[in-house]
């Protein structure tokens, strides 16, 4: 039987090779494995209805997919390819500049004059970027365990790309939202039902326990700042079982990737607490479960404040 889970769990660690070899095993998904490949084997890529400088940049964020996911090249070569990819594409000569400059400076001006927003950068350690047309500003009061103060949230519509999570999924998963050096809350709309527990909780809350742990201690690891923000969630969740979500995306492993350590560090301390499995807790209430993770939060090392 396919269990939406077990592949989901493969995407959110980067695995695509996994999740093409656990799909194809389903003849019930032989379409999605045809997806994945016409696009990653035959480099069948998606295409946009925008001028074709910024398509040929997108294609190249693609290509890099490919690389790094499907032909398992190394983050480094990968990303060299793709620096070079863009410099091509961009007008840049020589090797001096960096990915992540050119990408600030050259990229993002390109899709600027082209009426898009473009952030790039790495998620969960892999490039890949964020490409949108619309931004709706507003604010909101948010709870907290160690106070309660107005956040500035940004709406974000007209999406291109939202990362690698997104590409590798096709659309299923992926990052829902992000906070900037400045303390705003990026919310991807459409992620969201702004009415939701989802939204008040997993984003809300999670992205303004980011922004407050950055005010005040700017060093923090992105492991430990994912740690802080998931407990968050645990404390003010009432409609959800999130524990079983940071189980499948729990990763000792992971290295660059704050949210699977993060994830592998909140069940491996609930189990040391109870004495139990992972397993075993998805059974527990949502009070044993908001009580844990309180007392997890207070020992995690609050910044001064």
């Known amino acids: 039987m396919f269990y939406e889970n077990e592949y989901y769990a493969h995407i959110l660690k980067g695995d695509l ?22 696009v990653f084997d035959k480099e069948q890529y998606l295409t946009y209805e925008i001028a ?37 594409l961009v007008h840049v000569g020589g090797k001096h500049i960096r990915l992540d400059d050119m990408e600030r400076e050259q990229v993002a001006g390109a899709f600027q004059r082209g009426g898009f927003h473009f952030l790039g950068g790495k998620t969960g350690g892999y490039y890949g970027p964020y490409v949108w047309k619309t931004t709706e500003t507003k ?59 989802d939204f008040r909780v997993s ?47 729990a990763d000792r492993s992971a290295e660059g990737n704050g949210h699977a350590l993060a994830s592998y560090r909140i069940i491996s301390d609930y189990c040391r607490l109870l004495d139990k499995t992972a397993g075993e807790l998805f059974s527990l209430s949502t009070e044993q479960v908001q009580s844990i993770a309180r007392r997890l939060f207070e020992k995690s090392g609050s910044p001064p404040g």
Request: glycine residues 6%; charged residues 30%.
């Open 17 to 38: 090779v996994g999740a093409i070899g656990y799909v194809k095993q389903f003849p019930e998904q032989a379409a999605l494995y045809r997806r994945y490949m016409d």
């Open 52 to 88: 074709e400088p910024l398509s040929d940049i997108l294609r190249a964020y693609q290509r890099y997919y490919r690389d790094v996911f499907y032909l398992r090249a190394g983050k480094d070569e990968a990303a060299d390819m793709l620096r070079s990819r863009l410099a091509v």
């Open 139 to 197: 604010t909101y009061d948010v709870q907290l365990p160690e106070g309660t103060q107005p956040y500035t949230v940004k709406l974000l519509d007209g999406f291109l790309m939202k990362s690698w999570l997104d590409a590798l999924s096709f659309g299923k998963i992926g990052t829902g939202g992000w906070t900037d050096d400045n303390g705003f809350i990026h919310c991807v709309k459409t992620s969201y039902d702004l009415d939701s527990e």
């Open 203 to 249: 984003l809300l809350k999670h992205e303004a326990q980011h922004a407050r742990d950055l005010t005040l201690r700017p060093d923090m690891s992105s492991a430990q700042l994912e740690y802080r923000a998931k407990l968050v969630e645990l404390i003010y969740s009432a409609e959800r079982n999130l524990l079983e979500r940071f189980a499948r995306e």
